[in-house]
């Protein structure tokens, strides 16, 4: 039985790249694999709002953040680092690594004759490949990427590039709640999501269909900025902020669209659990992920990026039109099967162990 180790910087167990990593983990362990998760910079003790399978393994490595630290200082630190991670891999011995930081370089895995590859999370635009992360980076046997649309770019710095979409684990499908005039958004309240345009496109809105709201589930440095934006706008009943929740199936079942409006994503896993439950979604139709998930006019609108007035215009044409949005909920809930546990563990599977057929 192989071990498969995946590394992460900081392990919060709450965001887009955690849940990437439950989903991954979940199902090499369902495949016969042992798989540890390992947390460079633990800020508390591994625990995650996902259903992590209970047979994989959390561990942490008491490393220090070294990004504000001079180069030798670094350096210096990191080597102290790589001791106790050459006696992690000896202890559990490790057959490969999936790795979802850029701390420890690949080739110091590879001089441990580990096969190794970096895992991107997110599209090519949203890093900053100075001269230190790039160091950071070589020497992997494959560098993960979410989107073929960038592969020209991310080629002119690494080789070995794979396209991996991110996998959907099926969520509970709720039966027992109906669908109400909701608009539902989701993410971290950062600037990168694009919540501030969001409520701008959604306030026209707010007079036309006085009996629809906008919610927007997550937590973040912006929540006090876009909750003063809802008041001084009068639409608090309109236009509301809640709380990240355990239970967003219910969240997902009740809602009649969802919406995205970040500037950068890789591949965005709340519109696939979105359209699994049938929820039509718009986005803007930013440079990778977005248009790698909707087929406009098919199972969802995609408006050009920074359009905010075809965005309001789009959220009208659904929020207008129940038959419409049943139709495109249909085809939502069918589209999503592309990114099935089968069809993208069957990827993985040829990284770890090249002789797996599909």
């Given at each position: 039985m192989k071990t498969i180790l995946l590394t992460i910087n900081f392990w919060?167990?709450?965001?887009?790249v955690e849940r990437v990593i439950v989903n991954l983990a979940n199902t090499l362990v369902k495949r016969g694999f042992r798989v540890i998760i390992?947390?460079?910079f633990p800020d508390r003790i591994l625990t995650t709002q996902y259903a992590l399978d209970e047979r994989v393994e959390k561990h942490f490595l008491a490393a220090?953040?070294?990004?504000?630290?001079?180069?030798?200082?670094?350096?210096?630190?990191?080597i102290k680092v790589f001791f106790a991670l050459r006696k992690f891999i000896q202890q559990h011995q490790i057959d490969f690594v999936i790795k979802n930081e850029f701390f420890i370089p690949p080739l110091f895995f590879r001089l441990n004759?580990?096969?190794?590859?970096?895992?991107?999370?997110s599209c090519y635009d949203y890093f900053s490949f100075t001269l230190r992360k790039r160091i950071n980076l070589w020497g992997a046997n494959y560098n993960v990427i979410l989107s073929s649309k960038e592969l020209a770019r991310w080629q002119r710095i690494f080789a070995h590039i794979v396209v991996i979409p991110n996998m959907f684990t099926p969520l509970k499908q709720v039966h027992d709640i109906k669908k109400s005039n909701k608009v539902i958004a989701i993410g971290h309240?950062?600037?990168?999501?694009?919540f501030?345009?969001?409520i701008r496109c959604y306030l026209p809105l707010t007079e036309k269909f006085?009996?629809?709201?906008l919610v927007i589930i997550g937590a973040g440095e912006d929540e006090k900025k876009l909750q003063t934006l809802i008041s001084k706008n009068g639409v608090e009943?309109?236009?509301?902020?809640?709380?990240?929740?355990?239970?967003?199936?219910?969240?997902?079942?009740a809602s009649s669209i969802c919406v995205l409006s970040s500037y950068l994503e890789g591949f965005p896993m709340i519109l696939v659990e979105a359209m699994s439950f049938g929820v039509p979604c718009v986005a803007f139709d930013i440079t990778t992920g977005p248009n790698d998930i909707i087929q406009d006019g098919h199972n969802g609108l995609l408006v050009p990026n920074g359009d905010e007035v075809a965005m309001t215009h789009a959220l009208a044409r659904l929020m207008n039109d129940l038959q419409l949005r049943q139709t495109m909920g249909q085809q939502a809930r069918l589209s999503v099967e592309r990114f099935s546990e089968d069809a993208i563990i069957n990827k993985w599977l040829q990284l770890i162990n090249p002789k797996i057929d599909e």
């Amino acid at each position: 039985m192989k071990t498969i180790l995946l590394t992460i910087n900081f392990w919060n167990g709450v965001g887009g790249v955690e849940r990437v990593i439950v989903n991954l983990a979940n199902t090499l362990v369902k495949r016969g694999f042992r798989v540890i998760i390992l947390s460079l910079f633990p800020d508390r003790i591994l625990t995650t709002q996902y259903a992590l399978d209970e047979r994989v393994e959390k561990h942490f490595l008491a490393a220090v953040d070294t990004r504000s630290f001079s180069f030798w200082k670094a350096l210096l630190a990191k080597i102290k680092v790589f001791f106790a991670l050459r006696k992690f891999i000896q202890q559990h011995q490790i057959d490969f690594v999936i790795k979802n930081e850029f701390f420890i370089p690949p080739l110091f895995f590879r001089l441990n004759r580990l096969t190794t590859c970096n895992l991107f999370h997110s599209c090519y635009d949203y890093f900053s490949f100075t001269l230190r992360k790039r160091i950071n980076l070589w020497g992997a046997n494959y560098n993960v990427i979410l989107s073929s649309k960038e592969l020209a770019r991310w080629q002119r710095i690494f080789a070995h590039i794979v396209v991996i979409p991110n996998m959907f684990t099926p969520l509970k499908q709720v039966h027992d709640i109906k669908k109400s005039n909701k608009v539902i958004a989701i993410g971290h309240l950062i600037a990168n999501k694009g919540f501030e345009r969001l409520i701008r496109c959604y306030l026209p809105l707010t007079e036309k269909f006085p009996n629809w709201q906008l919610v927007i589930i997550g937590a973040g440095e912006d929540e006090k900025k876009l909750q003063t934006l809802i008041s001084k706008n009068g639409v608090e009943q309109q236009i509301m902020i809640q709380p990240p929740t355990n239970n967003i199936e219910e969240q997902y079942a009740a809602s009649s669209i969802c919406v995205l409006s970040s500037y950068l994503e890789g591949f965005p896993m709340i519109l696939v659990e979105a359209m699994s439950f049938g929820v039509p979604c718009v986005a803007f139709d930013i440079t990778t992920g977005p248009n790698d998930i909707i087929q406009d006019g098919h199972n969802g609108l995609l408006v050009p990026n920074g359009d905010e007035v075809a965005m309001t215009h789009a959220l009208a044409r659904l929020m207008n039109d129940l038959q419409l949005r049943q139709t495109m909920g249909q085809q939502a809930r069918l589209s999503v099967e592309r990114f099935s546990e089968d069809a993208i563990i069957n990827k993985w599977l040829q990284l770890i162990n090249p002789k797996i057929d599909e």
